[in-house]
């Protein structure tokens, strides 16, 4: 662990960047409890949970479930329970989902396929924060969610569907691989996961995080 310490040391004399300790976690395996907390206080970093998360977002090795996506769930509840006492208008929920609980799940849909599970229960929220401003109404809406979620001119409210925006977002990067488009994580996925064969013949070994 020391020498760990040195080279972030060294680390900050060469290239002058200095690593955030309040943004820095240390990971630990098959160590001691007093091992650990005298190598934290030494790397001045408080030891991680597994697993990683990057915004939000737990980075595991295998294909996601609703486990791994319950914090988004939860983030979703979380603001749905902050408004409900507010009293709301139809218009003020309507918008509060375009604006801000739309947007919490568009990272998650740009990194991996959600599970059918997680997609229901998020939208069952959206759902009845819609109709009751709540978030667990026990009645049916006024208007089946698929109609709600057509364009205004087809007459809905313009809210995209979870599992619609999921696929079309994997498909971008879809199409940025076979593309080829100038990135690092597009060079990477050419030469680990299809280690330079065609995006359309590799074959698919399930449960890996990224099917």
């Known amino acids: 662990m020391v020498f760990i310490k040195k080279a972030l040391d060294r680390f900050v004399e060469v290239s ?3 690593p955030s300790s309040d943004k820095s976690q240390v990971f630990y395996g098959n160590v001691t409890l007093p091992d650990r907390r005298r190598f934290s206080e030494l790397l001045r970093m408080e030891e991680g949970e ?4 990057y ?3 737990p980075l595991v090795s295998t294909k996601r479930g609703q486990k791994d996506c319950q914090a988004l769930i939860e ?3 979380r603001r749905v329970k902050a408004w409900a006492s507010n009293y709301l208008s139809f ?3 309507l918008q509060l ?3 801000t ?3 919490i799940q568009v990272f998650w849909c740009k990194t991996f396929i959600l599970p059918v599970s997680v997609v229901k229960n998020c939208e069952s929220i959206l759902r009845s924060f819609l109709w009751f401003g709540v978030r667990d109404a026990k009645t049916a809406g006024k208007v089946a969610w698929e109609k709600v979620c057509h364009l205004k001119k087809e007459g809905g409210l313009g809210i995209k569907t979870m599992w619609t925006w999921n696929k079309a977002t994997i498909l971008q990067l879809g199409w940025e691989i076979v593309t080829e488009k100038e990135s690092m994580w597009v060079r990477w996925c050419n030469m680990v996961l299809l280690k330079n064969r065609s995006f359309w013949v ?6 890996s995080s990224w099917c």
Not at 202 to 207: A, H, L, Q, R, W
């Open 16 to 18: 002058g960047l200095v």
């Open 50 to 53: 597994l697993p990683v998360r």
């Open 55 to 57: 915004l939000g977002v």
């Open 75 to 77: 983030v979703i509840l």
């Open 91 to 93: 218009s003020g929920q």
């Open 97 to 99: 989902i375009l604006s």
């Open 101 to 103: 609980l739309f947007s």
């Open 202 to 207: 590799v074959k698919i070994t399930d449960p």
